[in-house]
Structure formats: structure tokens, C-alpha cells
T-cell receptor
Framework: EAGVAQSPRYKIIEKRQSVAFWCNPISGHATLYWYQQILGQGPKLLIQFQNNGVVDDSQLPKDRFSAERLKGVDSTLKIQPAKLEDSAVYLC???????????FGPGTRLTVL | AQTVTQSQPEMSVQEAETVTLSCTYDTSESDYYLFWYKQPPSRQMILVIRQEAYKQQNATENRFSVNFQKAAKSFSLKISDSQLGDAAMYFCAYRSTSGSRLTFGEGTQLTVNP
């Protein structure tokens, strides 16, 4: 079974630029999560999708972050414009309705200069 | 809101020995889930073990076991016969039964010395 795929693995941008991350969950997993992990901290949930609908985006900075999950499969997380404090690892995870265990992708390390 | 605390930023253990990582949490709920995740340098979070709060029996997965003390809101991870491949950052996480969000602790960096 293929795991959660994410791209790119690394991204370096300057502040005020835009960036997008892509996630492909495990086949059949209805729930998809985006987490932000700042260096030295545990991951923090940004947004959760159930199929293509948003379940929880209470901790998403909506003035600069946006996410979508078209057709209930792949998802894209966008930051526009980026700030220095957005430097972090962005983790995508997915889970199925039976076990509800979250499986994580390898993450994208974003550096904002 | 639930909080998870890992009071040991770093731990070390000799290969083949046993180490225990600590975790405490705060919640007003009676039913919930607790997890330990491992994050090696590759950054991919790997589930180590899971515990349902309504189960009194401590979860075990091979060399990994937990000591779940519900009244004390404590959830420690014991790694027996430590191996070099166990070296990683370990995160304790909480999930309510009413939602899927994981709340993570700050992590404990485990070093395994040969």
C-alpha cells in the first residue's frame, strides 16, 4: 500500500512570495489533515478535510493560508504572502473511517528568507 | 482545551537497555485516545502505539509498551531492548473521541548509544 505522498520535499522562498504544497493521501482515505511543525515543537493542525469538505480550520491563518481538496483526493496548501514565521515543516496526514489512525507523509520543509 | 506535556526534551539510553519517556496531559473528557509517534530525521511521523482511555489494559507493541495512569493523566512509553534504529524524536499525542484533531506534546529526542 502506497503511503501519503507530498511534494516538494524542500522549498526556499523570500518573504512576501507565494508557495504551494501538494499532498496525495493513501487511497481510500476520506480524511486529510495539514499540520504545521515549527522547529523544536510538535505538529499543530492547520486544517482537516472530510472528503472535499472542511471539518476544522480553526487554527488556519486565513488571511494568508488557504487549502483545497478538489474531488476529495489530492490537496493543496497555499501561503500567500509568506512571512518569516511560516518557516516550518508542513505535514500531510490521512486516515480512514474505520481505524481513524492518522498516517503521515514525509513533509515539506519550508524556509522563508 | 487539551494540552500535552513532555517534560524531557532529551533522553539517552545504551543499546539493549530500557528507557521510559514521560507524557502528561490535561483534559476534562472521560473518553479519548492517546498515541506515541516516532519522528526520525527523515521527518515522517510513524505511529508507535495507541491507547484507548476506556481500556484499563496497557497497550503493547513488541518492544514498546505504555504505562497508562488515567487518574494521574499520565501516559509513559517504555522501550525495551533499545536498538540504534529507535533513535528519533518521540511525540505524545491526544485525540478526543468527538474529533480527529491530534494535539501533540513538544517531543523528546531519544539518543541510543552503542
Amino acid at each position: 500500500e502506497a503511503g501519503v505522498a507530498q511534494s516538494p520535499r524542500y522549498k526556499i522562498i523570500e518573504k512576501r512570495q507565494s508557495v504551494a504544497f501538494w499532498c496525495n493521501p493513501i487511497s481510500g482515505h476520506a480524511t486529510l489533515y495539514w499540520y504545521q511543525q515549527i522547529l523544536g515543537q510538535g505538529p499543530k493542525l492547520l486544517i482537516q478535510f472530510q472528503n472535499n469538505g472542511v471539518v476544522d480550520d480553526s487554527q488556519l491563518p486565513k488571511d494568508r493560508f488557504s487549502a483545497e481538496r478538489l474531488k476529495g483526493v489530492d490537496s493543496t496548501l497555499k501561503i500567500q504572502p509568506a512571512k518569516l514565521e511560516d518557516s516550518a515543516v508542513y505535514l500531510c496526514a490521512s486516515s480512514d473511517q474505520h481505524t481513524d489512525t492518522q498516517y503521515f507523509g514525509p513533509g515539506t520543509r519550508l524556509t522563508v528568507l | 482545551a487539551q494540552t500535552v506535556t513532555q517534560s524531557q526534551p532529551e533522553m539517552s539510553v545504551q543499546e539493549a537497555e530500557t528507557v521510559t519517556l514521560s507524557c502528561t496531559y490535561d483534559t476534562s473528557e472521560s473518553d479519548y485516545y492517546l498515541f506515541w509517534y516516532k519522528q526520525p530525521p527523515s521527518r515522517q511521523m510513524i505511529l508507535v502505539i495507541r491507547q484507548e482511555a476506556y481500556k484499563q489494559q496497557n497497550a503493547t507493541e513488541n518492544r514498546f509498551s505504555v504505562n497508562f495512569q488515567k487518574a494521574a493523566k499520565s501516559f509513559s512509553l517504555k522501550i525495551s531492548d533499545s536498538q540504534l534504529g529507535d533513535a528519533a524524536m518521540y511525540f505524545c499525542a491526544y485525540r478526543s473521541t468527538s474529533g480527529s484533531r491530534l494535539t501533540f506534546g513538544e517531543g523528546t529526542q531519544l539518543t541510543v548509544n552503542p
